[in-house]
Nanobody
Framework: QVQLVESGGGLVQPGGSLRLSCAAS????????MGWYRQAPGKQREFVSA???????HYADSVKCRFTISRDNAKDTVYLQMGGLKPDDTAVYYC?????????????WGQGTQVTVSS
């Protein structure tokens, strides 16, 4: 059974920092691209950042230079270091694991962790 468990969310003041973690189980973690998405109230889920199986990072323009994604294949964990947080970053953040196989795509989601940026 595949599980993605996020942690590290919370309430932070504008300009502050948080580090999100996502621990995976039930998959061969090193083979998967891992990503973070977020969904604010009344909005669609949007891409935040991803890191490929070879460690190449990708970022949405809105978070470039403020967020850093990393992965630890020995711990089956992906991280999102968030800095310079703004109220617009307030959302539920979801972890995603993705891999394309010959027979189809494998796509898993975590349950989400709330990040609230407010003074």
């Amino acid at each position: 059974q595949v599980q993605l468990v996020e942690s590290g969310g919370g309430l932070v003041q504008p300009g502050g920092s948080l580090r999100l973690s996502c621990a995976a189980s039930g998959i061969t973690f090193s083979m998967y691209a891992m990503g973070w998405y977020r969904q604010a109230p009344g909005k669609q889920r949007e891409f935040v950042s991803a890191i490929s199986s070879d460690g190449t990072p990708h970022y949405a323009d809105s978070v470039k230079c403020r967020f850093t994604i990393s992965r630890d294949n020995a711990k089956d964990t992906v991280y999102l270091q968030m800095g310079g947080l703004k109220p617009d970053d307030t959302a539920v953040y979801y972890c995603n694991a993705y891999k394309a196989f010959v027979w189809g795509d494998s796509n898993y989601w975590g349950q989400g962790t709330q990040v609230t940026v407010s003074s």
